[in-house]
């Protein structure tokens, strides 16, 4: 028997964010986390998508209690100026986009795991957008039913409800009905979007 530990993918350690990060794979995180930019801009929440290289990526997402804090992107960010945050603020420039560099690290916190499940539940993001509310930290709850077209179910989340099932609808029907999305190259999801789900 062998143990082999993984990272939770797209997950990036929260402490990267740090400008002032000892760490040593924060510099080389901070070099790539701009490129990260554009696809964290989109206009849409099933819009926005990151790709974390596996070399930054944490072994757990925590959600609550002490270790919570590692996941909180935007708290170890800091507000500070920083050259990550100069960085983050040319891709912007560059983009003619109104975020700010806190929207773009708000944007990653809610598309870590601990973040779409409880840290960014309801938090804006820019752009208008606000991340959609977990029902605490699931997704669906096995202690909650509801009647929806007369048939009895077990409650969703706003987030499964109004934006992640309608967008995986859209994709899917698009599939059937022959209207292939851009292709984003050989190792890209289907969906243009990661998803454990």
């Known amino acids: 028997m062998v143990f082999t530990p993984v990272t939770d993918k797209n997950n990036a350690f929260g402490p990267l964010f740090d400008p002032s990060s000892s760490h040593p794979s924060a510099g080389a995180f901070q070099t790539f986390f701009p490129s990260q930019v554009a696809s964290l801009s989109g206009a849409t929440v099933p819009g926005l998508d990151i790709d974390t290289s596996d070399a930054f990526n944490t072994a757990q997402s925590q959600a609550s209690g002490t270790t919570a804090a590692e ?5 170890q960010f800091g ?4 050259p990550l945050r100069s960085a983050l603020q040319s891709q912007l420039t560059t983009l003619g986009s109104a975020l700010s560099p806190d929207d773009v690290v708000a944007r990653a916190q809610a598309l870590s795991c601990a973040g779409c499940h409880k840290l960014s539940s309801g938090a804006a993001l820019g752009g208008g957008l606000n991340w959609p509310a977990s029902l605490g930290f699931t997704h669906v709850t096995e202690r909650q039913t509801e009647v929806v077209g007369g048939e009895t179910r077990y409650v969703l989340s706003d987030a499964l409800r109004l934006q992640f099932l309608p967008a995986r609808k859209a994709i899917f029907e698009d599939y059937l009905n022959n209207r292939p999305r851009p292709s984003k ?3 890209h999801p289907l969906s243009g979007s990661r998803t454990h789900g």
């Open 71 to 75: 996941m909180r992107y935007s708290v």
């Open 185 to 187: 190259g050989p190792t």
């Open 79 to 82: 507000s500070g100026t920083s």
